[in-house]
C-alpha cells in the first residue's frame, strides 16, 4: 500500500461537514461519550485514527477533525489562522457535530487551540486530556524541526523541498519512538496531508500565526485551574521537541496536578501509544 491509497482508506473512514463557511473532513468511531481529540501541526486527525478504535473500544465515542488549512479540510486564503482564528472554528464546529458535551484531548498546537474552545464554552467540557502540549506559549520557542517554516519565503522553499525520505527521517528523530508501529506510507501521508493542493500554503501562515503573548498564556492557564472539569496529562516522555521537564512540568504546575502519566513515547504518542491514551482518558469518560 502507498501513500494514495493510505489517503483514501482514510477518506473513507470519515465525512464532510461546514463550520464557520470552511468544509473540513471528521472521523468518528464508537459509541458512548464523546472524546473529541484536536490535532496540531503539521498533522491532521489522521494522527488519531488508532486512539479512535482504541477509544471505541472502550465503549466511547471518538471524534477528531481537521483544522482549517490541514488535512483535508479547505485552505481558504482569506481565513483567520491564527490560535484564535482556529479556536473559534472549533467552537462552531462542535455545534456542527452535534457535541453538546464532551471530553476533550488537545496535543501540540491543538492544546492553544483547545484551550480558546475550553475558555469559550466550560460548561461542556467534561474532562481534559492533555498531550505534548504549550500553555505558556509566552516564552516558547519552535523547536529546530519546525522553526524553518515560520519564516517567509524560508517555510515555503523549505516545503516545497522537503522529500518523504527527508520527512521520515524528521518522524524518526523527532515524532515516533517505536517506528515499526507506523509504515513507510502512513508517514508519507502525512507530508502528502500537509501540501495538498495549496503546497502547504494555509499550514505556513499557521505557523507564523502563533499568537505568543502574555494574554494567551493567561487565558490557556485558566482553561487548566479552577475549572468545572478534571484535568490530566499523558507525555511522551522522550519527546525531544515538547520536553517533559519543560513542557510537561509547565502544564503539571499551571493544572495544580501532583503527577504527569508518562509513557515512553516521542512527540506523535498517538502512533505508538494509542491503548495507553485512550485507557488514560476512560478513566475520566463516566458517562456524560
Not at 477509544?55 to 471518538?62: C, D, M, P
Not at 485552505?75 to 453538546?100: K, M, N
Not at 498564556?217 to 517533559?244: F, N
Request: hydrophobic share 45%.
Amino acid at each position: 500500500m502507498d501513500s494514495a491509497a493510505v489517503i483514501d482508506e482514510h477518506l473513507r473512514a470519515g465525512r464532510r461537514f461546514v463550520a464557520v463557511g470552511v468544509e473540513s473532513f471528521v472521523r468518528e468511531e464508537g459509541d458512548g461519550p464523546a472524546v473529541l481529540c484536536l490535532h496540531g501541526v503539521p498533522t491532521s486527525c489522521f494522527l488519531y485514527r488508532k486512539v479512535l478504535s482504541e477509544l471505541a473500544r472502550r465503549s466511547l465515542r471518538g471524534v477528531a477533525f481537521d483544522l482549517p488549512g490541514l488535512g483535508l479540510a479547505e485552505r481558504p486564503v482569506d481565513f483567520d489562522y491564527t490560535w484564535t482564528g482556529l479556536g473559534r472554528f472549533c467552537v462552531e464546529a462542535v455545534d456542527a457535530l452535534g457535541l453538546e458535551r464532551f471530553h476533550l484531548v488537545v496535543h501540540d498546537i491543538g492544546g492553544p487551540v483547545g484551550f480558546e474552545l475550553a475558555a469559550s464554552i466550560p460548561d461542556r467540557i467534561a474532562s481534559l486530556t492533555l498531550l505534548n502540549t504549550i500553555i505558556e506559549v509566552d516564552t516558547f520557542k519552535r523547536p529546530w524541526s519546525m522553526e524553518p517554516f515560520a519564516r517567509r519565503g524560508i517555510g515555503g522553499l523549505y516545503l516545497r523541498t522537503l522529500t518523504k525520505p527527508a520527512f521520515r527521517m524528521v518522524m524518526r528523530l523527532q515524532g515516533v519512538e517505536d517506528m515499526s508501529a507506523v509504515s513507510p506510507a502512513e508517514l508519507d501521508a502525512y507530508l502528502d496531508l500537509l501540501r495538498r493542493e495549496d503546497g502547504g500554503a494555509a499550514f505556513l501562515r499557521i505557523m507564523r500565526g502563533f499568537e505568543r503573548t502574555a494574554e494567551k498564556s493567561a487565558l490557556y492557564a485558566s482553561a487548566l485551574r479552577d475549572v468545572p472539569y478534571p484535568v490530566q496529562i499523558v507525555w511522551g516522555d522522550r519527546d525531544p521537541a515538547l520536553k517533559l521537564r519543560i513542557q510537561g512540568e509547565q502544564a503539571r504546575r499551571i493544572a495544580g496536578l501532583e503527577a504527569i502519566h508518562r509513557v515512553p513515547a516521542k512527540h506523535f504518542l498517538q502512533e505508538d501509544q494509542a491503548a495507553a491514551i485512550a485507557e488514560r482518558i476512560s478513566l475520566l469518560a463516566e458517562p456524560i
